[in-house]
């Protein structure tokens, strides 16, 4: 079988605009989506009159910067305010097509229209092309994950298989059976199913047909990339977003950073003031996508990145993201899902026995590993702990147990220990 050329193309004009074409483009998308916004949300509105920002006052993109930030976490409350997601949403529930719950808790609305999270021209930039046969290995179960990535692959001309995660033996089966050519998941996963198909004493290169991997949710070393795409010699590109916008950015070919997508507008700011900082400094990500329906205006991921201007051998115009450096808060995204200290703390709290608690994350071999650390004595609910805490956090923990008193006297709620490169 002949392989498809993935190394070239592009999806839409928009992604060459030159510098004028595309200030005019962020420019008339900006002033609509803060008009429509304004007049439509009511939590916008709040907003807007509590800066005394009128959006007939935004004339330049610098003007954005009068509109105060939404951080993520603000949402959990603003969400809980009322009818329509606290005044968020511009339209009734029942107008959607879709209601997700993030961990947050958050609720993540999905309307009708084509491509609503936008990942299509990320995953033409990643290498997908018409005829893929894709294994999506993403959760489909409440969080928006796996259902996202089925819109762009249909619209690429691809097949889908909603595998969602586990099962690592029969995800292996389908993927030689069907001649799977394109994954979509987590890297860490990916490594999983090598790791786990060469134990079976397969040949990954002869007895597997991958060809592609669009992989998110999780940092990855350049080595632990390497490894993957020699073992199954397919091409692994990345994309970068979130469950309340969708897309944001994504790599091509030539793994210059992120390409911003051309569906939002993104800022790189300081993450107390709000205030934009210059190109390649480094300041927390700022989205603004082009979304009526849901207008989460200049919206503070809590990651951590800069911006580069610098041309890409690939011809896309679009700004890009350095790579994803960190986080803002405490809050850490462990194997793809955010995990807030607060949420833990609620779980924690149905156990009276539990003194003191803490989550150390580290990342042997590229793969996430957590350890809930426990302070107690005699403790002997350690099943519905372990329940409790993956129906709240969606995650499943290694639990130790400790006797009190062995945990250092000052911690933190999540101790990251892990390291890329
Ligand atoms: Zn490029």
């Known amino acids: 079988m002949t392989r498809k050329d993935r190394t070239e193309g592009i999806y839409s004009r928009k992604e060459v605009l030159d510098e004028s074409e595309r200030r005019q483009y962020y420019l008339i998308q900006l002033k609509d989506l803060l008009t429509y916004a304004y007049r439509y949300s009511e939590d916008v509105k709040k907003r807007f009159d509590r800066a005394q920002f009128q959006p007939e006052k935004f004339k330049s993109l610098s003007d954005l910067k009068h509109i105060p930030i939404l951080k993520k976490k603000e949402l959990i409350f603003l969400q809980s305010m009322g009818p329509r997601l606290g005044g968020l949403l511009t339209k009734d529930l029942g107008e959607l097509r879709r209601i997700f719950l993030s961990p947050g808790p958050i609720f993540d609305p999905e309307d009708r229209s084509d491509d609503y999270w936008g990942w299509t021209e990320g995953f033409y930039a990643a290498g997908y092309r018409t005829g893929d046969v894709a294994q999506i290995t993403l959760n489909y179960h409440l969080i928006p994950a796996g259902l996202m990535f089925e819109e762009p692959l249909k619209n690429l001309g691809c097949a889908v298989i909603p595998a969602g995660p586990g099962n690592t033996a029969s995800q292996l089966d ?204 005699n403790f002997r609910r350690e099943d519905e702990l372990l329940h409790t805490f993956r129906e709240r956090i969606k995650l499943r923990p290694t639990l130790d147990v400790l006797a009190p008193g062995t945990l250092p006297p000052q911690i933190r709620p999540i101790e990251d220990k892990r390291q890329w490169d």
């Open 174 to 377: 389908i993927m030689q059976k069907l001649r799977v050519t394109g994954y979509v998941g987590s890297p860490s996963y990916l490594m999983h199913l090598a790791q786990k198909a060469e134990e079976m004493g397969l040949n990954l290169r002869k007895d597997l047909f991958m060809e592609v991997a669009f992989v998110t949710g999780e940092k990855f070393s350049e080595k632990m990339r390497n490894q993957i795409e020699k073992k199954f010699d397919l091409i692994m590109r990345q994309g970068y977003g979130t469950a309340d916008v969708g897309c944001i950015g994504y790599e091509c070919y030539h793994k210059t950073g992120l390409h911003i997508a051309n569906r939002c507008f993104v800022e790189i700011c300081h993450p107390d003031t709000g205030i934009p900082l210059k190109d390649g400094e480094v300041g927390e990500i700022v989205v603004t996508a082009f979304n009526k329906t849901y207008p989460l205006i200049r919206l503070a991921t809590g990651d951590l990145s800069y911006i580069d201007h610098s041309p890409c051998p690939c011809g896309r115009s679009t700004p890009r993201l350095g790579n994803i450096v960190g986080r803002v808060d405490t809050t850490a995204r462990i194997m793809g899902m955010f995990v807030y200290p607060h949420q833990v703390e609620q779980v924690m709290s149905r156990f009276e026995e539990i003194k003191r608690w803490q989550i150390e994350v580290t990342n042997p071999e590229g793969i996430d590993e957590m350890t809930l650390y426990v302070e107690a004595t």
